[in-house]
């Protein structure tokens, strides 16, 4: 690969062919091969290539990469925030540079790994929350709601369950075009209301999904014991055993 900055060549990883077996409320996806994928960054500069950029970007590209504060970026954050970052000084879309903080928060769970506190998630969780809460009239109406909704969910998983479920309101309280948006903050409003802040709420991920982890971690709340017994996450269970 060559870096679209300076020319430098490097290997950069490749992804196999993958399937996606539905999503988790944060949007991470379930599937035989890890997400987030690494994204390609050069050995030199640091400039993470997160897209194809047009000649105008890349030469901004080159400016902000050689600030102390990207280069200083290198050692302590996220190479998909840093491309968030990027893409928000690039002038990118809201929608498309926000979509690539969600990778960033997606990766800082693994990083965090079982400290109940999460700063790495929290401090992520904070800056899409904050990015949606200052988004431009401009933005369009599915992407805001869209963008809503994961901030909504960030707030859920922070614990922030009244802040979530006014975010949650106001992406409910506007129309889209987008049905399956409207199910998920119907589904979300349930989870919310029961102060659940797992990653993976049972009524939220692939009924696979959920029959694994009845399996694996038997829930010891009402609702997921109930869950759990259901026919259609039972059988699958006794399937899986």
Partial sequence: MTCPVGGE???????PVYSIMGRRPDGQPYSEV??????PEC???????????????????ARWIATPVYQAMRTTESPFYRAYWLARKIGRPDAD???????AIWSAKGQDRNDSHRPFTTRYQQVLVNAVNQLPASVPA???????AQAANAL????????AERMRGLAASSPTTRPALTTYLQDLQKVIARHDRSDEPLDMIPDVQAAILCKNSPPKDAFGRAYCAQPSIAGIFKQST
Avoid: C
């Fill in 156 to 163: 859920r998983e922070m614990g922030e369950y009244a802040k």
């Fill in 97 to 103: 540079a926000l979509e690539l903080l969600l990778p």
């Fill in 43 to 61: 050995p030199g500069n640091g400039l993470v290539v997160f897209a194809d950029f047009t000649a105008a970007e890349t030469q901004d590209l």
């Fill in 34 to 39: 890890p997400f987030p994928h690494p994204i």
């Fill in 142 to 148: 599915d992407d805001r709601i869209w963008l809503q």
């Fill in 9 to 15: 060549k490097f290997t950069a990883a490749t992804v």
